[in-house]
């Protein structure tokens, strides 16, 4: 006698993909209501609301279609080629360092500068991610921040904080 196979167990809500797919989602509804305060542009085609708006819709969009299926029962797994262990700890020490470059740039940006500012962030990813090289890591975040400061500042007319550097750029 063979007995029919047990029907299939419904899984549970995954919590934290629920707060990355609402989390999402608050982020696309607070960029889009953002984009109301961008004036629109005078004799333009395409205004400077039009690229925001549409980024902010999709972030939307993608956020309220990754709510819908995480409430379906969808969960993040890890790929099959990806060398992950699910039961190791987790390790904050890098997302922080990340988030107190970003923090630490974004204190100093409008004192320091743009370029300053930047290359703070820029070596502190750098330095969350392993490196240990100071003088490299700072040669390239440097470089990295004045140039892309000279893309916008010279090649798209973009006003950014020159702070230490007012004069020199």
Do not use: C
């Amino acid at each position: 006698m063979t007995h029919p196979p047990p029907p299939p167990t419904r899984r549970g809500i995954s919590v934290p993909d629920l707060l990355v797919a609402l989390a999402l989602t608050a982020l696309g509804l607070a960029l889009l209501l953002g984009t109301r305060q961008i004036p629109f542009g005078i004799n333009a085609v395409v205004g400077p609301r039009v690229f925001p708006v549409i980024v902010s819709s999709g972030l939307t969009a993608l956020g309220v279609l990754l709510t819908v299926s995480v409430l379906r029962g969808g969960r993040a797994e890890p790929a099959a080629e990806e060398d992950t262990d699910l039961e190791a700890p987790v390790n904050l020490a890098a997302p922080g360092i990340i988030l107190g470059g970003f923090a630490l740039g974004a204190a100093v940006l409008t004192t320091a500068g743009f370029v300053v500012g930047t290359a703070i962030m820029y070596f502190s990813v750098a330095w969350a991610f392993g490196e240990r090289r100071v003088g490299l890591m700072t040669g390239v975040a440097l470089t990295v921040a004045l140039v892309t400061y000279v893309a916008f500042t010279r090649g798209l007319g973009l006003s950014l904080p020159p702070g230490v550097l007012k004069g020199v750029l």
